[in-house]
């Protein structure tokens, strides 16, 4: 389920949204319980203050250990919401997302093991992209150019019933409800499947009845489940569902692989190092990073990226490297390496003596114990 309160993280597996008790379906039905133009109007008036989701009332400063799993998970997990949150402020001021007209063609109420309820849609893509920056247009004949502009699985956008990028359309405010794409038709990448909380959505940290009815009166006709939206000769679902805007706003592609690596950390045989790094023995002698690396490295990292480089060669134990989107975390990686494999005294020469060695054992002649022995 959802983590709308402050209790312990349930312990969970993880796998795709259609399997039971997986991150990747606790991440998407929280994050599909925002009000996301509320959220929007608070962020432009510069009222973003904690609290006003219910996962900001569980941020908390990360310590140097953590007393258990379920600690790790209640404090990374807050913070990979904000991160998410974050992204989604910045995937619509970007103004590069997809803006597409959309027909409804069908809709059912899907109940998961959890309790929790979703709406899963399918929906035709109309016409061409109406994104006023859309940088695609000129190579949309194309066929990379017409793949990449459409939106993709993991992406989140926003469902509404009119122009959300029309001045003073005020109409746009009356329904709207956040989708997580699931999966598009590979044989045709206008017919994608979308998912939409039916029941939970929160306005700041205020339950929302209201929109629950929302949905299941705009998607699916009522609660009728499997309703095909584009018979005519239904005349209870007529009216229903029909034509919408959907706007993608961001992919949650690198969140969800975050959010799975936190909860998978029960399963992990690195767990109680992890948890409490001081704890456990060095796995290898302090290391010296080369000058001429160190200059190079000087030059294209800042210097919290040169203290976590400097650390990491101090001792054998655990660091954390930490940071909001594009601070660099990424960059910080790439130079580890390169400090780790240029640290470590490895003899290159050796290695490649070894290598000449056993290739002149591959293609020695003689009996095949010969050639295993040379292979040795």
């Known amino acids: 389920g959802g983590s709308q309160g402050g209790g312990a993280a349930e312990p969970g597996t993880v796998g795709s949204l259609d399997e039971p008790g997986t991150s990747e379906r606790r991440l998407v039905r929280e994050v599909l319980s925002w009000d996301f133009l509320h959220l929007l109007r608070q962020d432009k008036h510069g009222s973003e203050k904690a609290g006003s989701l219910p996962h900001q009332a569980r941020l908390v400063q990360i310590p140097s250990t953590f007393s258990s799993i379920d600690a790790f998970e209640n404090c990374y997990e807050p913070l990979l919401l904000e991160e998410t949150r974050a992204t989604l402020m910045q995937g619509w001021k970007s103004r590069e997302y997809l803006l597409y007209q959309c027909a409804i063609k069908e809709s059912k109420i899907v109940k998961t093991e959890e309790g929790d309820e979703f709406v899963e849609c399918r929906a035709d893509l109309v016409g061409d992209n109406l994104c006023p920056d859309d940088h695609s247009a000129a190579a949309r004949d194309e066929d990379a150019a017409f793949y990449s502009a459409f939106p993709l699985p993991r992406d989140i956008v926003l469902m509404t019933r009119e122009n959300p990028i029309l001045e003073g359309n005020t ?7 956040l989708a997580y794409l699931k999966k598009h038709d590979d044989r045709n990448p206008r017919t994608l499947t979308l998912t939409v909380l039916a029941r939970g959505h929160y ?141 470590h005294g490895f003899d290159y020469d050796r290695a490649f003596a070894s290598m000449r060695i056993d290739e002149a054992g591959d293609h020695r002649g003689g009996s095949a114990a010969g050639g295993e022995a040379g292979r040795q």
Not at 171 to 177: H, S
């Open 203 to 343: 306005r700041g940290t205020e339950a929302n009845e209201a929109r629950d009815d929302q949905v299941r009166r705009e998607l699916c006709a009522g609660g009728i489940a499997m309703v095909d939206l584009g018979d005519e000769d239904e005349d209870e679902t007529k009216g229903q569902g029909g034509d919408w805007f959907i706007s993608r706003i961001a992919t949650l592609t690198t969140l969800v692989r975050e959010h799975k690596a936190v909860f998978s950390l029960r399963n992990s045989s690195l767990a109680e190092e992890i948890l409490d790094p001081s704890a456990s023995a060095p796995t290898f002698a302090p290391k010296k990073i080369p000058d001429r690396l160190l200059t190079r490295l000087a030059r294209s990292h800042n210097e919290d990226q040169l203290k976590a480089l400097l650390g990491a060669v101090k001792g054998g134990r655990f660091h954390l490297i930490k940071g909001p989107p594009g601070t660099g975390k990424t960059s910080t990686l790439c130079g580890l390496l390169a400090v780790l494999c240029q640290s």
């Open 171 to 177: 109409a746009v405010k009356k329904c709207y409800f």
